[in-house]
């Protein structure tokens, strides 16, 4: 089973800049879709941004276009985040998520189609 691990959660004023790392226990990819989604208490997990088993074009939320870009980080079989110009409603949980799509087809459009998941690491953004 794919093992999932996030890192570089912090507290920051608006305006400031994070980078989240997501590390994986195997090789991600040309096999697993990957994803960074977000929760806030009484909400479910929202799509932040996610990339293909071959990278290619990444899918962003709406919310966060121009200011985030995932990429996948080969040295460790991981996910980056870097998150700019952050504002007080960017303050969530952030998830780590993949789903195999060894054969080809589209990453998952809703949380639920994701069945790997990291432990969470928390962004607080401060005005």
């Known amino acids: 089973q794919l093992h999932l691990s996030e890192s570089g959660g912090d507290s920051v004023q608006a305006g400031g800049s994070l980078t989240l790392s997501c590390v994986a226990s195997e090789n991600t990819y040309g096999r697993y879709c990957m994803g960074w989604f977000r929760q806030v208490p009484s909400k479910g997990r929202e799509a932040v941004a996610t990339v293909g088993r071959l990278a290619g074009s990444p899918y962003y939320a709406d919310s966060v276009k121009g200011r985030f870009t995932v990429s996948r980080d080969y040295a460790k079989d991981g996910l980056l985040l870097q998150m700019n110009d952050l504002q007080p409603n960017d303050t969530a949980m952030y998830y780590c998520?993949?789903?195999?799509?060894?054969?080809?087809?589209?990453?998952?459009?809703?949380?639920?189609?994701?069945?790997?998941w990291g432990q969470g690491t928390q962004v607080t953004v401060s005005s």
């Open positions: 998520a993949a789903e195999e799509r060894f054969y080809g087809g589209a990453c998952p459009s809703d949380a639920s189609g994701w069945r790997s």
